[in-house]
DNA sequence: ACTGGCACTCGTTACAGTCGAGTGCCAGGA
DNA sequence: TCCTGGCACTCGACTGTAACGAGTGCCAGT
């Protein structure tokens, strides 16, 4: 039952051939290129075992073994250090990084580099406002009967938004609504708002009440219900790499579930400890992506977490590298964001 | 040299078969679909001009024609009426669109709409700011060194930045520089201020001098410079369909051209004229593209333009269908727009 | 000017045979 | 007890051949 050290590096050399070669691997290959110290039959007689134990499996009688997802969870939690960039990786990412000018530019190159460091799909989530505070509340007025609400976050986050009011408002009221709603809210976390907006509604003046009923409306959809996460991606290119023989020959299912905001948010948004996730083939909840693993973080200035980055690939993708890059892209956003 | 009707009609009816089949039609299966008139062997001696011509051309020897590029354009220019929306489509269009709350919900929904509706890769591009006016300059401290730059404009678009200022400006100061550049620019087009920018700079009161240069670099930057346009993309799942015989069985160019936004916008952002555009095959300027079409128009409230929108997806596409959707899509936007 | 007929091309499919990578198992040896 | 060399076996990949048929070009006849 237990598996013993030599069928562990066993499996540790199959996942790393297979990954780069993507071929199945058999046993004559598998010691000649690492130093196991054993014969091709010695090899055979592990790897019989392997595959009882679920960890490998054989495409066809007659062929090599490639790791099952259960033999990737194994490598990945027991067999694989984290890889150690390179500094040309290192230089890469602090060239990339720096001369960011706002949030939407620092995740927009955030999400390129990352893509283009680990070949994979790149997903970053932005900076979640549950996990914000409000900074600053701000309204234009459009018409008499028109507001925009500008909504700006401590992580430098901006939404927008605009207000139909029910009648017509004075541009004095405005002033009065703006520090109304400043006085109230600006530090707060979003999460916190709601009672606050509340409370806005019944302390405000008469003749302010139904324009600060319809804002509140608005406020509490811009800051708790709406579209609260926002997500950007890069790097589809790369799923055509490994000429379909990934995914089972059809992207169709990958790229359906890269529209859905939802399903990426699940992907990788959820990572509430800081550590670094790991979903491997039909570990996600999504059928559509039985075939890809997931490698995932939580980035945020200092040690809080603000939102979501990772990469999506093949389960045949290089586990060590892509976890030590996305760690390493998260630290460097974190110390960006911290900047501000 | 000149194509009689009989030849025009089975180039025609050539490309109708073709598209919806996805298969070389040959001769005999064109006079059985078709009510041409004629028999297969007359057929065929037009297709052998229709070849001579490059309007059509054969996969191999004893295999179907198949119309060249030069074929699509001649069909889609003289051969094809604008095929009418069915009342489901109509409908779909309008439900789709209503309840939108602001610009980016405007966009999102108007771009997936269209993916659905065509079953292509859908684009939309923001309004653009070149065509727009300043509506509000809004700035918020954030610090005692740093602003927040949040520009908005008349057509719904909100665009911010930090400004990092050269030294600590008061409150009282920065409520001045918010009066200061508002009168000036309030209302003007984006293209207009330039000239305008540079007039605020020399004629600030001394002490606002240097906070005023370091805005107005941010200023000229996020109005005519920096990423200056925004793009909106959705249905890329949609290029799967016709199982990779599209697209000569790889996905990876068109993937990458979806990717650069700058490729996105000379496709579709540069509608100059109001009238729809169709791109066949290698007529657009981009290699990675050369087995693409694009059907753009501009869309924006009343007969301005102010942005681009339209599909892409194989040569073999239903260029009436996709030319009405695309047409009925914009217009519809475009009201929308207007109401704001 | 159109049509029917005919010879021809050539990609597709089916089938048979060979090759070889890889396996499982077993008997013998450290 | 564990490892190893040997051996028979499996089965996918590849090759070559043959039959098939959709489609064509051409030509003589109406």
Redesign the interface.
């Known amino acids: 039952m237990g598996l013993d050290d030599r069928k562990l590096a066993v499996l540790r050399a199959i996942v790393e051939d297979y990954v780069s070669t993507q071929e199945p691997v058999g046993s004559k290959a598998l010691v000649e290129r690492h130093q196991l110290g054993v014969s091709p039959a010695t090899v055979r007689n592990d790897m019989a075992v392997l595959e009882e134990e679920g960890y490998i499996r054989q495409p066809h009688t007659s062929a090599g073994r490639v790791p099952t997802d259960r033999g990737y969870r194994l490598f990945v939690d027991r067999l694989s250090r984290v890889k150690p960039l390179s500094p040309a990786e290192r230089r890469a990412i602090e060239r990339f990084l720096v001369g960011a ?2 949030l ?1 530019d620092v995740v927009h190159r955030t999400v390129r580099l990352l893509a283009q460091l680990t070949r994979q799909v790149a997903v970053v989530q932005y900076p979640s406002l549950a996990r914000s505070s409000v ?2 509340l ?1 309204l ?1 007025p ?1 018409s008499t009967t028109r507001l ?1 609400l ?1 909504m ?1 976050a401590d992580t ?1 986050r ?1 939404e ?3 207000v139909e009011l029910p009648g017509p408002v004075p541009a004095d009221d405005v002033t009065d609504l703006r520090r109304l709603v400043n006085e109230k809210l600006a530090g707060e976390r979003m999460s916190d708002t709601p009672p606050l907006v509340q409370a806005l509604v019944e302390e405000a003046p008469v003749q302010l009440r139904p324009a600060m009923t319809t804002l509140s409306t608005v406020l509490l ?1 811009t800051l708790v219900e ?1 579209h609260e996460e926002r997500i950007a991606l ?4 790369n ?2 790499r490994g000429g ?1 023989l990934d995914f089972q020959g ?3 299912p990958i ?2 579930a ?2 859905e905001e939802v399903v990426l948010l699940k992907l990788i948004g959820e990572t509430e400890p800081s550590t670094t996730r790991v979903l491997i083939g039909d570990e996600n909840e999504f059928d559509n992506l039985r075939a890809a693993s997931v490698v995932s973080t939580g980035y945020g200035p200092g040690a809080t977490i603000v939102g979501g980055l990772g990469v999506l690939g093949p389960t045949r993708m290089d586990y060590p590298g892509n976890i030590a890059m996305v760690r390493a892209v998260a630290r460097y956003v974190g110390e960006l964001l911290a900047q ?1």
Chains 1, 2 share one sequence.
């Open positions: 000018v706002d939407d900074r600053h701000e234009v459009i925009m500008v700006i430098g901006v927008q938004r605009l959809e709406r890069a790097g589809t290119a799923l055509t379909l059809s992207l169709r790229l359906e890269l529209e501000n």
